[in-house]
Structures are given as C-alpha cells and as structure tokens.
T-cell receptor, first 113, second 113 residues
Framework: AQTVTQSQPEMSVQEAETVTLSCTYD???????LFWYKQPPSRQMILVIR??????QNATENRFSVNFQKAAKSFSLKISDSQLGDAAMYFC??????????FGAGTILRVKS | KAGVTQTPRYLIKTRGQQVTLSCSPI?????VSWYQQTPGQGLQFLFE???????NKGNFPGRFSGRQFSNSRSEMNVSTLELGDSALYLC????????????FGPGTRLTVT
C-alpha cells in the first residue's frame, strides 16, 4: 500500500522568508500524481500545487514550488516570501489515478510577523 | 463556477442513530470522493463515485455507504453511529476523465454524543 510521510509536525517561518516542508512517499508505481494541499483554520482544503510523476520539471505556482526527486521518492514544498495568510496545516498527498488520495499526517506552518 | 458545497455544515447526533450527508460537486464534475478527517487517524479515503457507480472504497465498515445521483450530487450515509464516527467529513470533486485534481468542499462536522 502506498504511504505518505511528513516528518515535520510543525514549522515556523518569519514573514517574507522562505520555508521548505518535507514529504516522502512509498510506491512501486512509476506513474502517479503528487499534491500539496493547504488547510487553514476554516478547514477548507485548498489545492496548492500538483506534480505528475512522469514530468521531470518541478512544478511552480507563484510563490510555491516543489522539489520532486522521483528516485528518492521525495516531494518537498518551498514557500517563498512567506505571508501571514500562508499559516495553515499543509498536507502532502499521493494519488495513482487521481481518485483516491493518500495523505500524510500534515505539517502545521506558523508565520511570524 | 461555484465550488463544492456540503450540507449540513454541522451536525450533532446520538450513538445508534444514522446520518446522511450531502455533497454537490462543481458543475460538470462527474467524480465525487469522500474523506474522513479525525485528529487520531488523519485524512482517510472513504469512497469514490463516478457516474453513479462506486469505483473505489476505503477500509471502512459497512455502516458507511454512499450513492451518487444522475446530476452527480452525492450522499454519504452512516448507520448505527458510534462515538468514533465524530469527524470532519470532506467531499471532493473532479471532472473524472483526464483530470486528476480534486477540489474540496468546506466539510461537514459530525459530532456523535
């Protein structure tokens, strides 16, 4: 069974600085999808960024980028120029066909002003 | 486009009762998935429906069931409620064909007393 591990229960970052959240996963498949979701206190899950495993190029979305290392089964999220609104729980997720998402335990990100 | 909507947002039930939660996907989306979020178990996949057919099921007892209607709206039912069923139930939708990003609703907070 596929598993997703987020080893950092909590992270802090100063406003305007950069932070990296870690994620590793376990799968025997070669084609799959990886995601980062953000869950603020409102509990609404928001898709931050996605990565297709067959693409070597790392995905970027504005201030958010990933470092996808397929051989190492690692998928970290970098947030640049952190803002107060980035404070949330961040979940890394894996999906084989885009349907069933397997989530990590989450990382709480605190942003200090 | 309107996002995924879930009703009700909050619900309090007593042990042994049953409950039905509703989810309306984004217009045009044919796939609806359900997830349970608890502090202890994290986010767990319940099931996925596509074109009124259950395509995937997570590791939950038979007390958890669901269905999807011809307009893609989905309902989830939990019978004989237990205290451990207290959770945030999240619904997510995606187009279903060639698109693998899931978009989440705000969730239904179920409390079982």
């Amino acid at each position: 069974a596929q598993t997703v591990t987020q080893s950092q229960p909590e992270m802090s970052v100063q406003e305007a600085e950069t932070v990296t959240l870690s994620c590793t996963y376990d799968t025997s498949e070669s084609d799959y999808y990886l995601f980062w979701y953000k869950q603020p206190p409102s509990r609404q899950m928001i898709l931050v960024i996605r990565q297709e495993a067959y693409k070597q190029q790392n995905a970027t979305e504005n201030r958010f980028s990933v470092n996808f290392q397929k051989a190492a089964k690692s998928f970290s999220l970098k947030i640049s120029d952190s803002q107060l609104g980035d404070a949330a729980m961040y979940f890394c997720a894996y999906s084989l066909y885009g349907n069933k998402l397997v989530f990590g335990a989450g990382t709480i990100l605190r942003v200090k002003s | 486009k309107a996002g995924v909507t879930q009703t009700p947002r909050y619900l309090i039930k007593t042990r042994g009762q049953q409950v039905t939660l509703s989810c309306s996907p984004i217009s045009g989306h044919r796939s609806v998935s359900w997830y349970q979020q608890t502090p202890g178990q994290g986010l767990q996949f319940l099931f996925e429906y596509f074109s009124e057919t259950q395509r995937n099921k997570g590791n939950f007892p038979g007390r958890f069931s669901g269905r999807q209607f011809s307009n893609s709206r989905s309902e989830m039912n939990v019978s004989t409620l237990e205290l451990g069923d207290s959770a945030l139930y999240l619904c997510a939708s995606r187009p279903g064909t060639g698109a693998y990003e899931q978009y989440f609703g705000p969730g239904t907070r179920l409390t079982v007393t």
